[in-house]
């Protein structure tokens, strides 16, 4: 209880600090690309139920979508690559190889092969948080102590119950730490693919206010992919606080 | 019935860059239900030792046999204690209580009876739904014993399962093993740094030479387990027959040799 309390007024601080930094940018800037918070957020209040929370939808549903196939996908094949020398000497390699290079520069391949609809963004956002979470997963199940491992054989497990009983909790709480970190990539690429093409959208309400010169609806529209953000962020750390509870003890 | 004999018994590690010899042709009987105490110098061999009985190291040459059985892999009966407890600090004290029952699939009513009555034996009853990073070590230790007592056990592997103790919990739950030993007259193997702990928990005493081990000496100790005998004589003859043994075999160090 005593928690919750101090992260709300936590929040409400930091929401605070970052309202007048942007009140104090806004008058120094003097422009009209950048309103104050007041007229933004009036803004932002106005176009909430008419045009933000429709496209915020839409945009929320693609990341959610394309988190959740990456995560479950890059999860179990990370954690047998770092648990198996044998599958990993074939499939490290190719990690390592594509691991680095940018997969947002395919965005034109998708576009051309899966036209402008959701599809394409989703593909791409899975690929990018698919390779976040399988180099974290592979790390962490490489870093088990063997300890943990041997104890649980000597219990009878076999490899399944080591991985039910070990593998999978040992490496979740690396596995959340990616996720979350996922979160601000999986957002900045939604934006980009969403203003590249495509007709809906909060990155494509965003740069379709842009270019009617509409700079308070564009600002709404941030404020509202913020919020998203935030959303977002916050909900795998409520998952996180519930699934990997040990971590949390005895701090 | 769990009578532990191993014969001839080598394990070599391939280790990463060169391989280590860790036992060398080590003989060592113990009866059913005997009560042993194996103490050597260190990175003598003697975790080896025990992993290879538990099934969880293959022998290089030689063997182990429980039982009638040869040990091939874990078996049902036997509990292990690792050198750091092996406990999992995403399992709360019930749940690593009863790691043991859920992978040998025991249902669900049985189980929790076990780990109820282990749990209550070394009194942590109370923390059955703690996490063991909210635990102190000796309630770590004792959680580790309760596994192993959960599994009704006939043959007790412990890893320098204390040493991480300061000496009132040490001697606390010294007085825990060997009452657990009495009640249920399972075959026990002690690793131990400790002189005394081995004198006092131990029927025999197995001296080990350095790597790779094999058995240097077995002292006879059939003392053990009397009341008070600890503030015996016989106890502290008993630690310096010892004491010279482990001196002979360089346990303490160039200095000492
Ligand atoms: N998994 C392994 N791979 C390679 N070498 C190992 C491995 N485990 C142990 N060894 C080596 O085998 C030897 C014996 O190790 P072991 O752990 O059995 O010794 P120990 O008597 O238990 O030592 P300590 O008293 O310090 O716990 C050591 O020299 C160690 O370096
Ligand atoms: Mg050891």
Request: aromatic letters at 6%; a neutral charge; one cysteine or more.
């Amino acid at each position: 209880m005593k928690a919750a309390v101090r992260k709300i007024v936590g929040y409400a601080g930091a929401v605070a600090i970052l309202l007048a930094g942007w009140q104090v940018l806004a008058m120094i800037v003097d422009s009209p690309a950048l309103p104050g918070p007041a007229p933004a957020l009036q803004t932002f209040g106005n176009l909430f139920f008419a045009a933000l929370l429709p496209e915020a939808l839409v945009s929320a549903w693609r990341v959610v979508v394309s988190m959740a196939l990456g995560t479950a996908l890059a999860v179990p094949l990370g954690l047998v690559l770092g648990r198996s020398p044998r599958i990993d000497a074939v499939a490290a390699p190719l990690i390592f190889l594509t691991y680095p290079v940018p997969k947002i520069v395919f965005l034109p391949v998708l576009l051309v092969l899966f036209g402008i609809g959701s599809v394409p963004k989703i593909v791409l956002i899975t690929l990018i948080v698919f390779f976040q979470i399988l180099v974290t997963a592979r790390d962490a199940a490489r870093a088990i102590p063997p300890g943990s491992v041997l104890s649980v054989r000597s219990l009878g497990a076999g490899g399944t119950q080591v991985f039910r009983h070990v593998v999978v909790p040992a490496a979740l709480p690396d596995v959340f730490t990616a996720l979350r970190i996922s979160t601000g990539t999986a957002i900045a690429v939604l934006f980009f693919s969403e203003s590249i093409a495509g007709t809906d959208g909060i990155g494509y309400y965003i740069i379709d206010a842009w270019s009617r010169i509409a700079y308070r609806d564009m600002f709404a529209g941030i404020i509202a992919m913020a919020v998203l953000g935030v959303v977002l962020y916050e909900l795998l750390e409520m998952a996180e606080a519930r699934v990997c509870r040990w971590t949390r003890v005895g701090r | 019935m769990a009578r532990v004999d191993v014969q001839a018994l080598s394990v070599t590690y391939e280790g990463v860059d060169r391989r280590v010899d860790a036992l060398h042709s080590l003989d060592l009987s113990i009866d059913d239900g005997e009560p042993i105490a194996i103490i050597g110098p260190s990175g003598c061999g003697k975790s080896t030792l025990l992993l290879a009985t538990a099934g969880l190291v293959a022998p290089t040459s030689g063997s182990v046999r429980v039982g009638d059985e040869p040990v091939v892999g874990p078996r049902l009966h036997t509990a292990l204690i690792l050198q750091d407890f092996g406990l999992l600090p995403w399992k709360t004290v019930m749940h690593n209580a009863a790691l043991g029952l859920e992978i040998r699939r025991v249902p669900a009513p049985e189980r929790a009876r076990l780990v109820t009555e282990a749990l209550e034996r070394v009194g942590l009853a109370e923390f059955a739904n703690a996490y063991p990073g909210e635990l102190s070590g000796g309630m770590r230790q004792r959680l580790a014993v309760a596994r192993a007592l959960a599994l009704e056990a006939d043959l007790l592997l412990m890893d320098e399962p204390l040493s991480a103790l300061d000496a009132l919990t040490r001697e606390d739950l010294q007085g825990l093993l060997l009452d657990i030993w009495r009640q249920r007259g399972h075959t026990s193997v002690l690793v131990t740094h400790s002189i005394e702990e081995a004198v006092y928990l131990g029927r025999r005493v197995v001296v080990l030479t350095p790597r790779p081990g094999r058995v240097a000496a077995i002292v006879e100790n059939p003392e053990m387990g009397d009341d008070d005998f600890r503030d015996t004589p016989a106890f502290y003859e008993r630690c310096a027959e010892l004491r010279r043994l482990l001196a002979a075999e360089g346990a303490f160090g160039e200095a000492a040799s």
